[in-house]
Each structure stands twice: as structure tokens, then as C-alpha cells.
């Protein structure tokens, strides 16, 4: 078996290494190699009842052919914390966000010797990696400056999806307030243009485009803020020059009810471009977070990850659902078959 996956383990006192496991032995991890710490997957094993699962440490994901059946195959960062297995499940810990972060960083390594290899990562805890010293609030953001590697920042985005709905946003991790300051006409036309590309890799010829407004009724044409009139619509007008399928500005608060895809109805668009993190996001968690996918556009790589966090309050206990994972891993092999980002 040749590796196409690397899936690194997140938050070593979250799920992420339990989900892991439990992917693992319900088969889902065959081109797949683990990039974590050897005693935190063992101990992840354990709590979900699998305690003499055994690892095949390797030097490189080259080496997975070498791997016997039944083994979970890893590779293990230089330079992480030591004894991750002996900090506490469901805590902010320094040393499990900087094992987390490492992880990472090692993974793009990884990639840059091997660009057919595509990434999935579980959940980071972004107290712990603020605790750790990291200057990135999660992962967009740390790969978008890996991805760069001291060269200008690629535009990225982030994009949640799941059967029924696909979000993609113009801003990230910053308060509200920087938010709103954040967005321009370039920003929203770059997105636009982003999200499109992405959806022609879904294997749609011609995706169709909603962009939700950032005001209550899309501003009532200026009566609540001037921001649709201003900045969204003239980027929605550049991008349709372009010759996009694009429509909006659109209500936010009934724009994903019409994009959504259900077995009664056909959704109206293939994606909504939202301005703000919890505008977007908040309708596609509602739905449900076990078939999500989170999704960085723009990389020069796959990335894909869970569509949950690291989930304090059941770590440990074995029982966390792998189901989100083991739709980004799905994603992620469709994906990185598709040709060029």
C-alpha cells in the first residue's frame, strides 16, 4: 500500500487520537499514516478498548508498504514533548498544543517531499496552542504560513460541507468587530472567485453561487448598513463579468435555507459565501457535525479536516464518534485524485 494520507493526532488531551483509533479499526485508515506521539495513540487505544493494538513507528511515510496487517502505522515528529500520554485527558495543556502544532509543521514537511500526499488533521485546542507559544489561532491560519514558507501568503479559505449545505467564508478567527473592518470588495471577489475553483473540483461544470449580505435583510438597500452596497455587490458584479454563476447580495438569515439539499428539494445554489465565522458556520453545525468537512482552499496541498473540536468533556472515555473523520478522510483521497488545487 502506497501512503496518500497524513492524519495528524490534534490535541493529544482531546479525541482526535481516539477518533483515530476507532477509524482505524473500522478500516478506514489503509493509505493513511498516522503523524503523532506512539504513547498518546497507545493510550488513545486503550480507552477505546483496543489496548493491544499494535504501531509500526516508521522513518517516512515512504515505508507504509513495510507495514504488517493490523498495525497502525505511524510517524513520530522529532523534537515533541515528552510524556504527552502523562498529561490529562479534557485539560488545556502547553505541551499538547505544541505536540499538536509540531505535528502539523511536520506534515507539510512531510508533503514537501512527497506532493502527491494529501493532509487530514484532527481537532487542535487554540487555547492550548496560544498557550504553546503558536502565533496562529488554528490551523487556516498556521497553514497558510507553512504553505508560504517565508514567501507571500497564498489567499486561503475556509470552507464547511457536509450532504447538505457548503459554506464558504470571507473572514475567520477575529472578533466581530475586525471582522467587519476586514471585508472589501477585493476580499469578498477574491472569495467568491476561491469557492468557485473549489467547486469545480467537486466535479461541477458550472457551480452556482449564493453570497449571504452582512446586515439584517441584506441591508434593506442601505437601511441597515451600507456594507452590501458598498463592498458586496460590486464584488458580486466583478465575479459575474467573470462570467460566475453568482447571486446576491442575499438575506443571510433565509440564504442557506435556499441553498440547502435535501432528498424533498434540490438546493437553489451549490455554495454560500458568508462574511463572518459564525454567520456561515452556525447553519451548517446545526445540521450536524458528523458528516461535516472542513476544508482549506487554496493550499497548494489537500487539507482537510473533522467538522468538531477537540471535545474536553469526552476524552478519554472511548466513545467519540468517528464519523466526521472519516468523511474528511473520504474527501480528502477524492480530492487530491482531482488534479491541481
Known amino acids: 500500500m502506497t501512503a496518500r494520507l497524513l492524519l495528524t493526532m490534534g490535541d493529544a488531551a482531546g479525541i482526535g487520537p481516539e477518533t483515530i483509533v476507532r477509524a482505524f479499526l473500522a478500516g478506514a485508515l489503509d493509505d493513511a499514516v ?18 493491544f493494538l499494535p504501531l509500526a513507528v516508521l522513518q517516512a511515510p515512504s515505508d507504509l508498504h513495510d507495514v504488517p496487517a493490523g498495525a497502525l502505522p505511524l510517524v513520530v515528529p522529532p523534537e515533541l514533548p515528552t510524556d504527552l500520554a502523562a498529561r490529562p485527558f479534557g485539560k488545556v495543556d502547553a505541551g499538547c498544543g505544541r505536540a499538536g502544532w509540531r505535528c502539523i509543521e511536520y506534515a507539510v514537511e512531510c508533503w514537501r517531499r512527497d506532493a502527491t500526499l494529501a493532509l487530514v488533521t484532527a481537532p487542535v485546542h487554540k487555547e492550548a496552542l496560544a498557550e504553546a507559544g503558536c502565533p496562529f489561532p488554528g490551523h487556516t491560519e498556521m497553514l497558510q504560513h507553512l504553505a508560504a514558507d517565508g514567501g507571500a501568503l497564498p489567499p486561503v479559505r475556509m470552507m464547511l460541507a457536509n450532504d447538505e449545505l457548503r459554506v464558504v467564508l470571507v473572514t475567520i478567527h477575529v472578533a466581530l468587530r475586525r471582522a467587519i473592518e476586514l471585508l472589501s470588495r477585493e476580499s469578498v471577489l477574491e472569495t467568491i472567485v476561491i469557492a468557485w475553483q473549489a467547486l469545480r473540483r467537486f466535479g461541477l461544470s458550472s457551480p452556482r453561487l449564493a453570497v ?33 454563476d453568482v447571486t446576491g447580495p442575499l438575506a443571510p438569515d433565509t440564504v442557506f435555507m435556499r441553498a440547502r439539499r435535501t432528498a424533498a428539494r434540490a438546493g437553489e445554489f451549490d455554495a ?15 445540521l450536524g457535525v458528523d458528516q461535516g468537512v472542513n476544508l482549506t482552499l487554496g493550499l497548494p496541498f489537500v487539507r482537510c479536516s473533522p467538522d468538531h473540536g ?32
Open 34 to 51: 498516522v503523524v503523532g506521539d506512539a504513547a498518546v495513540m497507545r493510550r488513545a487505544a486503550r480507552a477505546c478498548g483496543a489496548p
Open 212 to 244: 449571504a449580505g452582512l446586515n439584517p435583510h441584506a441591508g434593506e438597500g442601505g437601511l441597515f448598513g451600507d456594507e452590501e452596497l458598498r463592498i458586496i455587490a460590486p464584488a458580486v458584479e466583478a465575479a459575474r463579468a467573470q462570467g460566475l
Open 272 to 286: 454560500v459565501v458568508a462574511m463572518t465565522h459564525d454567520h456561515g458556520l452556525i447553519p451548517v453545525k446545526y
Open 310 to 341: 477537540t471535545a474536553f468533556d469526552i476524552a478519554g472515555r472511548g466513545i467519540a464518534d468517528p464519523a466526521s473523520l472519516r468523511s474528511a478522510l473520504a474527501l480528502a483521497r477524492r480530492l487530491a485524485d482531482s488534479g491541481p488545487r
